[in-house]
């Protein structure tokens, strides 16, 4: 049966309630995107879960002053950031009344003054409730859900599996050398890597894959650059064409391959 696609799966992961009712059967079904949607709720719930911030201490100036002399800042940025400002008492924040547990003043039943709507709040006030806000929390938990399902999916995915690889070594009147590898795509594909670390051709290079002896060989392209990418036709035995050649081809129309080689190696796996 075909699997949620990621996008659906992390909706029905970051909303309980999501309105997706063959989603959610599907879940039932699916041992496989059910442990990916359990793996999604882990991560969920705890970003939901907020940070206990009751053991948190203010830190001193001390602290800011070493930063600042270690990240060698401007003169104009020496102030602690956390320090009194124009609105505070201290470094707790600013005080608006009497502090708790103090003795009532003259005045008592009367009531307390009350903070001007344009005081800015303490900094470290402002910074130590952004996590009660909603808003936060949602694209955090969003952008959580999102990265742990990449990884998931990366996890899962099926990886290109290497089947055999070469040494390519330089043939006579030539320095060029490099490797070779063969790579089995997902889907069964073949592909030949090939890399040298010189271009040596006089023409052009074409890379081959050859007989032990020599006698049949198969064009696989031209390689432009110290590097190419060639896709092996399917159904050949790379038992039976295990040389990699790149030779050097004149421009001349001529099919065949040059007999000069610039590099061989013979794969194994």
């Given at each position: 049966m075909p699997h949620l696609d990621p996008e659906q799966l992390s909706l029905l992961a970051l909303y309980e309630g999501w309105d997706d009712p063959e989603g959610r059967e599907h879940l039932r079904a699916c041992p496989e995107c059910a442990a990916d949607y359990a793996a999604l709720r882990r991560t969920v719930e705890a970003v939901r879960t907020a940070p206990d911030t009751s053991r948190l201490s203010m830190p001193g100036p001390e602290v800011w002053a070493g930063i600042h002399r270690e990240?060698?800042?401007?003169?104009?940025?020496?102030?602690?950031?956390?320090?009194?400002?124009?609105?505070?008492?201290?470094?707790?924040?600013?005080?608006?009344?009497?502090?708790?547990?103090?003795?009532?003043?003259?005045?008592?039943?009367?009531?307390?003054?009350?903070?001007?709507?344009?005081?800015?709040?303490?900094?470290?006030?402002?910074?130590?409730?952004?996590?009660?806000?909603?808003?936060?929390?949602?694209?955090?938990t969003a952008a959580a859900v999102l990265v742990a399902f990449g990884g998931i999916w990366a996890l899962n995915r099926p990886q290109p599996q290497q089947l055999a690889a070469a040494q390519l070594e330089p043939l006579p009147q030539h320095s060029a050398a490099g490797s070779a590898k063969v790579v089995a795509a997902p889907d069964g594909s073949r592909n030949l890597q090939v890399t040298l670390d010189k271009d040596e051709a006089r023409g052009y290079q074409e890379v081959w894959l050859i007989a032990p002896d020599l006698s049949r060989l198969v064009s696989l392209g031209v390689m432009n650059s110290t590097s190419g990418t060639f896709q092996v036709p399917a159904g050949l035995d790379l038992s039976q064409y295990p040389v990699v050649d790149v030779s050097d081809e004149p421009v001349d129309g001529n099919p065949a391959h040059s007999s000069v080689s610039i590099a061989r190696g013979t794969l194994t796996s």
């Amino acid at each position: 049966m075909p699997h949620l696609d990621p996008e659906q799966l992390s909706l029905l992961a970051l909303y309980e309630g999501w309105d997706d009712p063959e989603g959610r059967e599907h879940l039932r079904a699916c041992p496989e995107c059910a442990a990916d949607y359990a793996a999604l709720r882990r991560t969920v719930e705890a970003v939901r879960t907020a940070p206990d911030t009751s053991r948190l201490s203010m830190p001193g100036p001390e602290v800011w002053a070493g930063i600042h002399r270690e990240l060698g800042l401007d003169e104009s940025l020496r102030e602690d950031p956390l320090a009194v400002d124009a609105v505070g008492k201290g470094r707790g924040g600013p005080s608006f009344g009497p502090a708790a547990g103090s003795a009532p003043g003259p005045g008592a039943d009367a009531p307390g003054p009350v903070p001007p709507s344009n005081v800015v709040p303490f900094r470290g006030q402002a910074k130590a409730a952004w996590w009660r806000r909603p808003g936060p929390w949602l694209a955090a938990t969003a952008a959580a859900v999102l990265v742990a399902f990449g990884g998931i999916w990366a996890l899962n995915r099926p990886q290109p599996q290497q089947l055999a690889a070469a040494q390519l070594e330089p043939l006579p009147q030539h320095s060029a050398a490099g490797s070779a590898k063969v790579v089995a795509a997902p889907d069964g594909s073949r592909n030949l890597q090939v890399t040298l670390d010189k271009d040596e051709a006089r023409g052009y290079q074409e890379v081959w894959l050859i007989a032990p002896d020599l006698s049949r060989l198969v064009s696989l392209g031209v390689m432009n650059s110290t590097s190419g990418t060639f896709q092996v036709p399917a159904g050949l035995d790379l038992s039976q064409y295990p040389v990699v050649d790149v030779s050097d081809e004149p421009v001349d129309g001529n099919p065949a391959h040059s007999s000069v080689s610039i590099a061989r190696g013979t794969l194994t796996s």
